[in-house]
T-cell receptor
């Protein structure tokens, strides 16, 4: 499969610890933000999204935080598991029917 | 429901040859997108169909790339002639609307031009 982790920043986290992946987005007009997870040989998989009128949203073991002042997005994964190992991309969108723009991605590596 | 299906999963071709990638979106999804990821870099937008019409093709790199979606169902992306820099993974995604669940991506076609 594809080597998804080449040339990407890597975050190494002990199994069971919490992970925080950060992303700086580019367009202050963006109003919808998404986190995707990409495992080797697979397409990006939706994790969680947030609209610009919110600053926090929680899912199952994941939380997304949005700071529009500094154009920063973060993904928190609680109790990181081996299956969380992947490349994580943030993405932004200005119109619900328009294209989304991906960030550069962060590789999450789980330490045993 | 069936997911987004892409074919082939892998393709190795020589420089100068032609390759056609196919994407079958989720049934009923009017929006179809093509993206690609060149090794180690971010995922870049190529184009967006709404049904059979090209809504946005601003990401198409040059005229060697041709995308079609006749009948508003499946889509093809043809690269002719292929160059070395076209190597990467080509993803297709579809959506009914950009709703709370975002796009659904296919597993991609890994294209290697040698």
């Amino acid at each position: 499969g594809e080597s998804v982790g080449l040339h990407l920043p890597t975050l190494s986290v002990q199994e069971g610890d919490n992970s925080i992946i950060n992303c700086a987005y580019s367009n202050s007009a963006s109003d919808y933000f998404i986190w995707y997870k990409q495992e080797s040989g697979k397409g990006p998989q939706f994790i969680i999204d947030i609209r610009s009128n919110m600053d926090k949203r929680q899912g199952q073991r994941v939380t997304v935080l949005l700071n529009k002042t500094v154009k920063h997005l973060s993904l928190q994964i609680a109790a990181t598991q081996p299956g969380d190992s992947a490349v994580y991309f943030c993405a932004e969108n200005m119109n619900r029917d328009d294209k989304i723009i991906f960030g550069k991605g962060t590789r999450l590596h789980i330490l045993p | 429901e069936a997911g987004v299906t892409q074919f082939p999963s892998h393709s190795v071709i020589e420089k100068g040859q032609t390759v056609t990638l196919r994407c079958d979106p989720i049934s009923g999804h009017d929006n179809l997108y093509w993206y690609r990821r060149v090794m180690g870099k971010e995922i870049k937008f190529l184009l967006h169909f709404v049904k059979e019409s090209k809504q946005d093709e601003s990401g198409m790199p040059n005229n060697r790339f041709l995308a079609e979606r006749t009948g508003g169902t499946y889509s093809t992306l043809k690269v002719q002639p292929a160059e070395l820099e076209d190597s990467g993974v080509y993803f297709c995604a579809s959506s009914r609307i950009m709703g709370d669940s975002g796009y659904t991506f296919g597993s991609g076609t890994r294209l290697t031009v040698v």
